[in-house]
């Protein structure tokens, strides 16, 4: 259910990418439009703190929203961009530090509580952390620093599959996809992406690494196999 220890290694990993940028590669551009590599990186502390505000509910009972607005939330990004690569790096460890505090404090009974994201998006806390674990490896990715869907280990793709999904799933602007994929130890999942835009189902498979780029909208779907559609943006 919780992959604390998969978020944790996952974000030593990130620290050692973070680390190796200067001030000069941390403001270059990422793979996300408009963004430099500070603005993902900020990103992924605001993130954490987001989180951290959902663990406080879950614990407390007492409501605590993800960001006080979109709005405010975009001006953090933004602001915290124009930092040194140290201050960066620093925030984003202390904001990472402050989200496994948080995860550490809740019992088991806690972590059944009902929380609300962003766009009123309602789910258990349970499902925080891999949340958390996805954006870390999608964003770790967009930070263009050698890092690829690929370097993503076995026993964590089906997790990150099915959020994805889940992400996608409903979305009146989206397709109809029946998804198979193929999994690293041999093995097949299947998913059903049910979409309003035609009444038509496209049969779509492929292994989990291209899969997960094609979902996220880091892939063209040029590696999947079958009636391979356009997805809504990611967001």
């Keep these: 259910m919780r992959c604390l220890a998969d978020v944790r290694a996952v974000t030593e990993t990130l620290y050692e990418a ?129 890092v690829g869907f690929d370097d993503i280990p076995d026993a964590q793709f089906e997790g990150l599959l099915g959020y994805a999904v889940s992400r996608l799933d409903g979305r009146p602007d989206g397709p109809s996809v029946h998804l198979t994929v193929a999994m690293p130890d041999g093995s097949q999942r299947a998913w059903d992406l049910v979409g309003g835009s035609d009444g038509d189902v496209r049969q779509v498979s492929g292994s989990a690494a291209p899969v997960i780029a094609w979902l996220t909208g880091r892939g063209d779907g040029a590696d999947l196999d079958g009636d391979v559609p356009a997805l809504p943006a990611w967001g």
């Design 18 to 146: 973070v680390g190796e940028l200067d001030d000069g590669r941390m403001h270059e551009p990422s793979r996300l439009p408009g963004w430099s590599r500070a603005h993902v990186i900020t990103h992924l502390a605001r993130n954490a703190d987001g989180f951290v505000n959902l663990l406080t509910w879950a614990r407390t009972g007492v409501e605590h929203a993800m960001y006080p607005s979109t709005a405010d939330r975009d001006a953090d990004i933004e602001e915290g961009a124009v930092r040194l690569a140290q201050v960066v790096h620093e925030d984003l460890r202390a904001a990472s530090d402050r989200f496994a505090v948080a995860s550490d404090r809740l019992s088991d009974s806690q972590w059944l509580a009902t929380v609300a994201g962003r766009a009123s998006m309602v789910f258990p806390a349970a499902d925080i952390p891999t949340m958390r674990l996805f954006e870390l490896w999608v964003h770790m990715i967009d930070l263009d620093v050698s």
